[in-house]
């Protein structure tokens, strides 16, 4: 690389000075503050999911059920099964026990 090219390099960062590291800081902070706030929206979504499996609207169950297929895990077991024996709309219930059925599969 050209002596000429290192010069403008080097001087360039003595401009920045502390603006240049504020600015660095200031990135930081945004990333923290970003990676923060995805981190508390996805545990707000759960649980809403999961409180939304005894929605008393059919969609919001069936929206629930569709997310929990996604969620393999013993907790999802459990609350597959208590919803089961809670639902009272047929579909719903066959697809939960369909959910069920699979988790089950999945699980062993």
Request: hydrophobic letters at 40%.
């Amino acid at each position: 690389m050209p002596a000429r090219v290192l010069l403008r390099r080097a001087a360039a960062r003595r401009q920045m000075g502390p603006a240049g590291a504020a600015r660095g800081s200031l990135a930081l902070v945004g990333f923290l503050g970003g990676m923060t706030l995805g981190v508390l929206l996805t545990s707000q979504q759960l649980y809403r999911h999961r409180r939304n499996l005894f929605s008393p609207r059919s969609y919001e169950r069936l929206a629930a059920l569709s997310y929990l297929r996604g969620q393999p895990s013993v907790e999802t077991l459990r609350l597959l099964h208590d919803y089961v024996g809670w639902e009272s709309r047929p579909l719903l219930r066959r697809r939960g026990f369909r959910l069920l059925r699979q988790l089950e599969r999945t699980l062993d």
